[in-house]
């Protein structure tokens, strides 16, 4: 079944505990990008990758990390988690993000993240 | 840097009405794509069309229906015979050719029986 897998879907933290959300996409797509929701405030892009070992800043970078070694995975990674990332988050993925190839999103079921 | 607007935050009807919901878009670049996505109750995204900048023509979809106009940078959305299963968090976003993606803020649609 062709999907995106994000792991922990629900996680409680501490502020300044280092944690990782994994995302992982069988559908061998080009692009991944990783988002978060709050409340009033729609879906806001953290980073974007367009293939492997490429990566980019969205509109809400600060206090993120990601990388993107292999095509199928795109972690994201809280340093030092503080409360104002208390979110929930959503992995995306689509086939190319060029020119008239740009396809839609296909999301990740989300992960909602607690900083306390 | 572009942005979208939607400036309903919130439409509630009565089923079987129709339910126009409006998006309006800035970019400066001219090759573009829009798309509307629906999140359910039950949290999941899921696409629901994508269009191209270059490609103005209206679609139909069942009872469902999309607008887009240039010249207003606008790409409603309108809902034929609203039904309760339509309820949701509707969703237009705007991606450029590099990557960028950008949401509007949602609109909460509540369809009443």
């Known amino acids: 079944e062709a999907q995106v897998t994000q792991n922990p879907r629900y996680l409680i933290t501490v502020t300044g505990k280092k944690l990782t959300v994994t995302c992982s996409q069988n559908m061998n797509h080009e692009y991944m990008s990783w988002y978060r929701q709050d409340p009033g405030l729609g879906l806001r892009q953290i980073y974007y990758s367009m293939n492997v070992e490429v990566t980019d800043k969205g509109d809400v970078p600060e206090g993120y990390k990601v990388s993107r070694k292999e095509k199928r995975n795109f972690p994201l990674i809280l340093e030092s988690p503080s409360p104002n990332q208390t979110s929930l988050y959503f992995c995306?993925?689509?086939?190319?993000?060029?020119?008239?190839?740009?396809?839609?999103?296909?999301f990740g079921e989300g992960s909602r993240l607690t900083v306390l | 840097a572009q942005k979208v607007t939607q400036a309903q935050t919130e439409i509630s009807v009565v089923e079987k009405e129709d339910v126009t919901l409006d998006c309006v878009y800035e970019?400066?670049?001219?090759?573009?794509?829009l798309f509307w996505y629906k999140q359910p109750p039950s949290g999941e995204l899921v696409f629901l069309i994508r269009r191209n900048s270059f490609d103005e023509q209206n679609e139909i979809s069942g009872r469902y229906s999309w607008n887009f106009q240039k010249s207003t940078s606008s790409f409603n959305f309108t809902i034929t015979a609203s039904q309760v299963v339509d309820s949701a968090v509707y969703f237009c976003a705007l991606s450029d050719h590099a990557g960028k993606s950008t949401f509007g803020d949602g609109t909460t649609l509540t369809v009443k029986p």
């Open positions: 970019t400066r670049d001219t090759t573009y794509y």
């Open positions: 995306a993925s689509t086939f190319s993000h060029r020119g008239p190839n740009t396809g839609e999103l296909f």
